[in-house]
């Protein structure tokens, strides 16, 4: 309860009101009109104030006594700030940095944060909503709402699914509190399940928030990641598969004996065979060892072939086993990505790893074009003279292009320059004719190669390769011997005494004898090249000048992707995987991507409000986006929250500095949480704040509890005490 001044007629009245929820919504009942009061002496008008608590605004007095009664949790002092009715209002209010001891527990709601990209512009509620309804109607729990808090989960400090099961106690406003762990494993599969259509809906509904038109450059790119497993997929597919049929004999009364004997019979091991067969073509054993791109070869891999726009926001993902190439997984992201959006003018940027004819051949036969880097360090005689032939060299002006600045522009700013010549990449592939009969067939790309030359390129690969040489003759003045011939980086520029005396299986054979002076050469001369190859679309309309920039740009930003490699799997946790099943192993890289994108989008907000901050710090920003539950003594069984959010003044002060680049370089290193609660629509806390006030600011459903049965049982305990 509380009262109301309302003015009508020239007169002010006060009402007794009280706010009541009814059907999900709160509204306000007058309980009693309280009159005039211009007939009303002053002392009558305070003693009514201080009678009845305004819920919004409280008196000196009873806060004062309230932070006396928690005094033991509190370790700052209250600031407050008399106003001129005698009220203070608790959204004004200022308190130290550290105001909260231990013994009071951090409630995270950077979850809610979250909550407003998933809502409002990834629009993924009534997707999920539509299929569950339609394919999953047995659900006993919001698939949207497990969703969108494992996700979020991801984007504030990533742990295991049962480590964050485990503290679910530590989140405000906790969508999925009552759901059991294994209902959250399952989710996990069912999101999986689902992955094209998500993905699909939230670059879309991205794509038109923003107004990025149909993406022009796509990055494609392949990594892996390991399990904390010792076991691959098919060892364990075969272990679970004896442990099963142990277990069903053993349950029909089969003696150990018995069980024994059937588990090593020829008809077994056919069935286990069999089995193993279809689990294989079902794409159900994916986890192999291979080669890890992190030094994992002891873990089982599993590779992801990823593909991103030119403002870095993920369109698609693939998984692949771990033991297969990357080579043709190119081919299916492009069938993918033109059937899912209808792209038929972009670019596929990829590096160097990807460019093999056939991958080449299937981008353009799918009228697609392609920018793809070339080796330079094993070109043919032709191709080696054309590039270091010192005519139909062409430089950038950088006065008309500002942007190119960033990208190409050396020390001395006139160094960088490229030659455009045609190309044509070669290759031939087994086909089987009309008799039968296996032949070879050829195939040609016609495309064009671009040879860039730098100063600054040059100086980084002379210095790496007198590294190198460095490396190789001390090895030779220490008598060293080759533990592989075969190996790569600076023992590459070695040879052994085999290859003067013959390759015979003799230790001393395998002794450093020599620097190939030759190799060091050759490397040397094309210090400072390098190299691509690019064919543009079917429906490009760039002239050719345009379109020869166009296609450096473009692969300079390569780059990105592998940002977002390393944000999924340091920021996010996608790996080291904790889960088995291939099915919530794909749920589980879903919501590493999505939360890739929800980040992306943030820092996209903040960049729009001339704010720099990297995924890494948007991400602690949200982590500390906390309050503290204090038990009201004023309002029983309601709680007070204090903000205990890192750098919440900062945003007042910083929003009315000027465009100066010293207030530019303190936004950009500063972690303030309020920047992004504002950047996704939302109003910054203030020092303390009700359970209104919270729900208003962080836009929290009046359906859903702020605080669960357990923690509102340790504020009564808090406070019994």
């Known amino acids: 309860m509380f009262i109301k001044t309302t003015k009508s007629k020239g007169y002010e009245y006060l009402y007794l009101v009280e706010s009541v929820v009814e059907n999900g919504r709160k509204k306000f009942v007058t309980l009693e009109r309280l009159g005039r009061t211009d007939l ?7 003693s009514l104030r201080e009678r009845y608590v305004d819920g919004r605004k409280y008196n000196v007095a009873q806060i004062e006594q309230h932070v006396k009664e928690v005094r033991p949790l509190i370790l700052g002092k209250l600031k407050t700030e008399s106003r001129s009715n005698g009220s203070l209002d608790s959204t004004s209010m200022d308190v130290d940095s550290e105001v909260v001891d231990d013994t009071v527990p951090d409630l995270h709601y950077g979850h809610l944060i979250a909550k407003q990209v998933w809502n409002n512009i990834l629009c993924l509620p009534r997707l999920i909503h539509d299929l569950q309804r339609h394919q999953l109607p047995n659900l006993s729990y919001s698939l949207n709402d497990a969703g969108y808090f494992l996700t979020a989960s991801k984007m504030l400090a990533p742990s295991s699914y049962l480590d964050l099961f485990n503290h679910a106690d530590a989140f405000l406003a906790n969508p999925i509190a009552s759901v059991r762990l294994e209902l959250l494993y399952k989710a996990l599969a069912h999101l999986g399940q689902f992955k094209d259509q998500i993905m699909r809906c939230a670059y879309r509904n991205v794509s038109a928030h923003f107004g990025f038109s149909k993406p022009k450059l796509l990055y494609f790119d392949c990594t892996n990641f390991y399990f904390e497993t010792p076991y691959v997929s098919k060892e364990e597919f075969i272990m679970d ?37 279809q689990a294989e073509e079902s794409g159900q054993l994916m986890r192999r060892r291979g080669p890890s791109k992190e ?13 991103i726009d030119e403002h870095g926001f993920p369109l698609d993902f693939e998984l692949y086993p771990g033991n297969k190439s990357e080579f043709g997984y190119l081919r299916s992201a492009v069938s993918s990505i033109k059937e899912k959006y209808g792209i038929s003018d972009a670019f596929y940027v990829a590096d160097r790893g990807l460019n093999s004819s056939q991958n080449l051949q ?17 070109l043919p005689p032709k191709q080696y003279n054309e590039m270091m032939s010192q005519q139909g060299w062409k430089s950038i002006d950088f006065s008309e292009d500002q942007w190119a600045v960033q ?7 006139v160094s960088y320059r490229y030659k455009v010549c045609d190309h044509v990449k070669v290759y031939t592939e087994k086909v089987k004719d009309a008799a039968g009969k296996i032949h070879r067939q050829k195939h040609t790309v016609n495309c064009k190669i671009i040879y860039t030359y730098s100063d600054k390129r040059y100086r980084r690969d002379m210095c790496v390769i007198e590294a190198m040489e460095a490396k190789a003759r001390a090895a030779v003045a220490a008598g060293n ?43 040397k001369a094309i210090a400072g090249y390098a190299a691509l190859v690019f064919a543009a679309p079917k429906e490009c309309n ?11 740009k473009g692969y300079k930003q390569l780059v990105s992707i592998e940002d977002c490699f390393r944000t999924a799997k340091t920021t996010l946790n996608l790996r080291p995987v904790f889960l088995k099943r291939n099915d919530r192993t794909k749920g589980h890289c879903l919501l590493c991507i999505l939360a890739l994108m929800m980040l992306k989008v943030i820092q996209y907000n903040l960049r729009q409000a001339n704010i720099n901050m990297s995924l890494g710090k948007i991400q602690t920003a949200m982590d500390q986006a906390m309050v503290a539950a204090l038990p009201s003594a004023i309002n029983t069984g309601k709680a007070l929250y204090i903000n205990n959010s890192c750098h919440y003044r900062d945003y007042d002060k910083e929003r009315k500095l000027t465009q100066t680049a010293a207030a530019q370089s303190k936004r950009n290193t500063r972690l303030s949480t309020a920047f992004v609660v504002k950047a996704v629509g939302l109003t910054p806390l203030k020092a303390l704040e009700t359970e209104r006030n919270i729900r208003l600011k962080l836009k929290v459903d009046p359906r859903v509890p702020l605080l669960t049965a357990e923690q509102l049982d340790d504020l009564q305990q808090i406070l019994d005490q």
């Open 295 to 307: 030094g994992r070869f002891a873990q089982p891999l599993i590779g992801m072939a990823l593909v």
């Open 362 to 378: 299937f981008i353009q036969s799918n009228d697609l074009g392609f920018v793809v880097a070339q080796k330079v360090s094993h």
């Open 542 to 552: 760039l002239s050719d000048d345009s379109l020869e920039i166009s296609a450096q």
């Open 241 to 277: 598969f004896y442990a099963k049929r142990s277990h069903k004999l053993q349950s029909e009364g089969a003696t150990s004996a018995e069980v024994k004997q059937h588990l090593q019979s020829e008809e077994f091991e056919a069935e286990v065979t069999k089995a193993i067969e």
């Open 407 to 413: 990208l190409f522009e050396d020390v001395d700013g």
């Open 40 to 46: 009303m002496s002053p002392e009558l008008i305070q």
């Open 481 to 523: 011997y080759a533990g592989n011939i075969n190996n790569g980086g600076w023992r590459c520029l070695l040879r052994i005494r085999a290859d003067v005396e013959g390759n015979k299986k003799d230790k001393e054979l395998l002794k450093y004898v020599d620097v190939d002076d030759e190799k060091i050469n050759q490397m």
